[in-house]
C-alpha cells in the first residue's frame, strides 16, 4: 500500500501525470502528426486518395485522437478527480497498470493498421488493451468524492456533468472499437474498418468524447483563466443534449439531422461559456504569452467552422474534401488549438509546479498551428472537390506548418519538464 501521507501522494500523482503527458507528445510527434504529414504528402501528389492504404489514414487518426488527446484526457483526469476529491494512496498505483495498458494497446493498434503484421490478433488485442486500462481508470475516479463522506450528497457540477458525458462518450467508442476490431479480424482481408463504418465511428470519437471534456474543463477553468463571466448551465446542458442527439443521429446514418444538431451544440456552447464576451475581469496569464485568451476565443470560432462545414458536407461532399475540411478545422483548429494553450497554461503546475519554458514557443506553436490550419481547411475542398493545382500545392505546405508547430509545443513541453521546478515539489492546489 502507498505511504497515506497527502504530500507523498501529491508527488506520485505529478509522475505520474507527467508521464502520461510525455506519452501523449510521442504518440502525438509520431505516429500522429508524422504519419499525418506523410499520408498528405502522398495524397497531394497522387492527386486522389486513391492508392493510399485506409487502414494508415485511420493508423493517423487513432494515434491523434486515443494516442494523444485520450493519453491526456486520461492522465490529467487522474491527476486532476484525485485533487478535488479525497486524494486516493491507491489512485497513483492503478494509474501505472492504466498507463501500461492503455499505451501498450495503443502501440499494438499502430503496428496492426500500418505494418499489418499478424494483425488479426494484434488489432482485437490492441482493442481489449485499451478498453482494460480505461476500466481500470473510470473505476479509479469514479470514487472520487468532492465532499466528507459524513457530508450530505451535493448536486453535481455542470462541467461534472460534461466530464462524466465525455467519460462515457469515451467508453461507448472503446466498446465500439473492441466490436469492430474482432469483426475485421474475422471478416475482413486488411485491418480498415469500412468507409460507411468509419464516418460514423468518426463522429462518435471526435465529437462523442473530446469535445465534451473540453466543455467541462472549459467551464470550470476559463471564468478564472480569462475572467469571463460564470457559465450559464441550463444553456451547457442544452448543448450536451443537442451533441448527443447529434452523435447518435449519426451512428444511425442520419448525418444531415446529426451535422445539423452538432451546429446547434456548437453555438449553445460558445454562448454558454461566455468566450465571445468582454472578460470581467484581466485575464490570468502570468508565465505563459499574453496572447493566450485570443486563441482560446479562436478554438471556438474553428469550432463553429468545423460544425458549419459538416452541414454543408452532409449536403454536398462527392470526393471527401468538405468531410474532411470540417474534421481537421475540429480536431486541428478547435482541439489542438485549445490543448496547445490550455495545455501549456496547467500541464506544467500539475506536474511539479513547474514553469513553462518559453512564452515565445508558446505563441509561435498556436500561430503555426492555426496557419496551417487555416492552409488545410481552405486548400482541402477546392483540391479534393473540384482538383485544382494550386490547392493541391498547398497542402503539403500545410502539413509543414503544423509539424513545426507541434514540434515546438512538444519542445517547449519537454524542455519544461527536463527542468528542474523552481521549488521543491509540495502539496499544491489544482490551477
Not at 54 to 77: M, V, Y
Not at 328 to 354: D, K, N
Request: glycine content about 8%; charged content about 10%.
Amino acid at each position: 500500500m502507498m505511504d497515506s501521507n497527502p504530500a507523498v501522494i501529491e508527488v506520485a500523482l505529478q509522475r505520474l501525470v507527467t508521464v502520461y503527458i510525455v506519452t501523449g507528445l510521442l504518440f502525438l510527434l509520431l505516429p500522429g502528426t508524422f504519419l499525418g504529414v506523410w499520408n498528405l504528402v502522398s495524397i497531394s501528389g497522387r492527386h486522389s486518395l486513391a492508392g493510399l492504404s485506409p487502414s494508415w489514414l485511420q493508423a493517423h487518426g487513432h494515434a491523434q485522437i486515443f494516442g494523444w488527446i485520450g493519453t491526456f484526457i486520461i492522465g490529467i483526469g487522474y491527476y486532476s478527480l484525485s485533487k478535488m476529491g479525497r486524494v486516493m494512496p491507491f489512485a497513483a498505483s492503478r494509474g501505472w497498470v492504466c498507463w501500461a495498458l492503455w499505451t501498450g494497446g495503443i502501440t499494438l493498434r499502430w503496428v496492426a493498421n500500418v505494418a499489418e503484421w499478424y494483425w488479426r490478433v494484434l488489432l482485437p488485442a490492441s482493442a481489449a488493451l485499451q478498453l482494460a486500462g480505461f476500466l481500470i481508470f473510470f473505476a479509479t475516479v469514479s470514487r472520487h468524492q468532492s465532499r466528507p463522506a459524513s457530508a450530505p450528497p451535493a448536486a453535481l457540477e455542470t462541467w461534472m456533468k460534461l466530464v462524466m458525458a465525455s467519460t462515457a462518450g469515451f467508453l461507448l467508442a472503446l466498446l465500439m472499437n473492441l466490436v469492430v476490431s474482432i469483426d475485421l479480424a474475422m471478416t475482413s482481408m486488411h485491418p480498415e474498418i469500412p468507409h460507411w463504418l468509419d464516418q460514423r465511428y468518426l463522429f462518435l470519437a471526435a465529437w462523442g468524447f473530446p469535445l465534451l471534456a473540453v466543455w467541462g474543463f472549459n467551464a470550470r477553468w476559463l471564468p478564472v483563466f480569462l475572467g469571463l463571466r460564470k457559465p450559464l448551465g441550463g444553456g451547457l446542458m442544452a448543448a450536451l443534449s443537442a451533441c448527443g442527439c447529434g452523435v447518435v443521429a449519426a451512428l444511425l446514418g442520419q448525418l444531415r439531422l446529426a451535422t445539423g444538431l452538432l451546429l446547434t451544440a456548437c453555438i449553445l456552447a460558445s454562448i454558454a461559456l461566455r468566450v465571445f464576451q468582454r472578460s470581467q475581469k484581466p485575464a490570468k496569464t502570468l508565465g505563459v504569452s499574453p496572447s493566450f485568451p485570443y486563441f482560446v476565443r479562436g478554438a471556438y470560432a474553428w469550432l463553429l467552422v468545423a460544425a458549419s462545414l459538416g452541414v454543408y458536407a452532409a449536403q454536398s461532399d462527392a470526393h471527401g474534401g468538405i468531410w474532411g475540411a470540417s474534421r481537421h478545422a475540429l480536431t486541428v483548429g478547435f482541439l489542438a488549438t485549445m490543448v496547445f494553450a490550455i495545455g501549456q497554461r496547467v500541464l506544467p503546475a500539475f506536474c511539479g509546479m513547474r514553469l513553462l519554458y518559453s512564452k515565445k514557443l508558446m505563441f509561435a506553436s498556436l500561430a503555426l498551428l492555426n496557419l496551417g490550419c487555416l492552409l488545410r481547411v481552405a486548400s482541402e475542398i477546392p483540391a479534393y472537390e473540384a482538383n485544382l493545382q494550386a490547392a493541391w500545392t498547398i497542402l503539403p505546405i500545410s502539413a509543414m506548418t503544423e509539424l513545426t508547430a507541434v514540434t515546438l509545443f512538444a519542445l517547449n513541453l519537454g524542455i519544461t519538464l527536463l527542468l528542474p521546478p523552481p521549488y521543491p515539489a509540495v502539496l499544491t492546489q489544482s490551477p
